[in-house]
Nanobody
Framework: VQLVESGGGLVQAGGSLRLSCGAS????????MGWYRQAPGKERELVAV???????YYDDSLQGRFTISRDNAKNTLYLRMNSLKPEDTAMYYC???????????????????????WGKGTLVTVSS
């Protein structure tokens, strides 16, 4: 499975961006997809994940500003980010895997966060 992110860039505080992640390859094996981010000098953290059936889970601090969605027919994952803040500046990674959403959420502390495949990331920079 290959994952390719797009949509990152430079935006002013208060602005919005929509990230996209296209999946290709043996996608029949994928259940959960999600977005993670890593700011400079910090560990990678979960942003939001979504199951093949549309169930979602968000980091508590981001719910309300960020919305995850997926189009299974287009094999594409999205992340709509509103009211962006400078602290949202990070590399945003798309991830996918065969684990159900509940397992992925329980795997936050594990090395690969319960995901099998990762994209190379797209950089989001929010200026103040």
């Amino acid at each position: 499975v290959q994952l390719v992110e797009s949509g990152g860039g430079l935006v002013q505080a208060g602005g919005s961006l929509r990230l996209s992640c296209g999946a290709s390859g043996s996608i029949f094996s994928i259940d959960t997809m999600g977005w993670y981010r890593q700011a400079p000098g910090k560990e990678r953290e979960l942003v939001a994940v979504i199951s093949s059936g549309g169930r979602t889970y968000y980091d508590d601090s981001l719910q309300g500003r960020f919305t995850i969605s997926r189009d299974n027919a287009k094999n594409t994952l999205y992340l709509r980010m509103n009211s962006l803040k400078p602290e949202d500046t990070a590399m945003y990674y798309c991830a996918a895997g065969a684990n159900p959403l509940s397992t992925v959420v329980a795997s936050i502390a594990e090395e690969n966060y319960g995901m099998d495949y990762w994209g190379k990331g797209t950089l989001v920079t929010v200026s103040s």
